[in-house]
């Protein structure tokens, strides 16, 4: 499924609310998701899973290409861990998904 | 710092777009929702310059309890992972703590 994708379905799901709102929040709500990271800022979806930086120590990298050495600084990755809600569901052996409120 | 929930995301909402706070918070639980079930069916999601989503498969590999260092198997399971996508690599990348 694409961004566009989703923002389709919840279109029809909130049928009464003009489209360039749904859009526009799907972005905002992103955009704000980004941001947040970017602050370091943990962001914890109850049901969900949470999202935080996971650190990366400087290491020497090599350029695949040219076989070159390169300094690579210290830096941070995002990382996302799914909470028990998600984890479960996902891993039920046989899903039903018309089964699931 | 606190962490940011989905009352922040639905409050940001209504401040910047002006929609209702009951419009906001649906749009947001709705938006969650509608990942989550995309990944239960195992159908990956993919959020341009966010990242994707992805659902797969892990074979039984060999584990142990940490407490008492006995071997058991980590059984066989279905798990989802995230790709970050390569503009919010970027923006992260260069945080740095005061």
């Known amino acids: ?101 | 710092m606190g962490s940011l929930t989905k009352a922040d995301l639905a409050e940001n909402l209504v401040d910047s777009i002006g929609l209702s706070k009951k419009d906001a918070k649906d749009l947001v639980e709705g938006f969650f929702d509608v990942v989550r079930h995309s990944l239960i069916e195992r159908q990956q999601v993919k959020l341009s310059g966010f990242g994707n989503f992805e659902v797969r498969e892990k074979s039984q590999r060999p584990g142990r309890n940490p407490k008492t260092g006995e071997e058991i198997p980590i059984t066989a399971r279905t798990v989802v992972t995230f790709r970050p996508g390569q503009k919010l690599k970027s923006k992260v990348e260069d945080y740095m703590q005061e």
């Open chain 1, 1 to 101: 499924m694409t961004k566009s994708e989703l923002i389709e379905l919840l279109i029809d799901q909130q049928s009464h609310l003009p489209v360039k709102d749904v859009e526009l929040a799907i972005k905002s709500m992103l955009d704000h998701m980004s941001a947040s990271l970017a602050n370091g800022e943990r962001i914890e979806i109850r049901g969900f899973g949470s999202f935080s930086l996971h650190y990366r120590a400087p290491r020497i990298g090599r350029n695949p290409k040219t076989g070159e050495s390169v300094e690579l600084s210290a830096k941070y990755v995002p990382h996302f861990k799914p909470g028990k809600e998600l984890r479960e569901l996902v891993n039920l052996p046989d899903n039903e998904p018309n089964d699931l409120s």
